[in-house]
């Protein structure tokens, strides 16, 4: 799947996809946790749901970032130096 790749392209899917679920996970909990948080803190509930939604997108960006950087891209054990 990926060009260059030494991994199987099962593995390849496998993380590509597990990585993407752990992404959308972290962006709806942290925004309806956040959300809830930010309704009880007084904010407009409005205001909240954005900032909520804002929020969990740019955490989920970046766990999404991450997990691909060392999950989904990473060499294959055998080619770890």
Known sequence: MFP????SLAGQIRDFILVNLTGQATMLGLAAISRQLLILAQIEPRIAGASAHAFGIGVG???NYLGHRHVTFTA??????
């Open 61 to 63: 960006a970046i766990v």
């Open 76 to 81: 294959a054990p055998s080619d770890r130096r």
């Open 4 to 7: 260059g790749s030494t991994r």
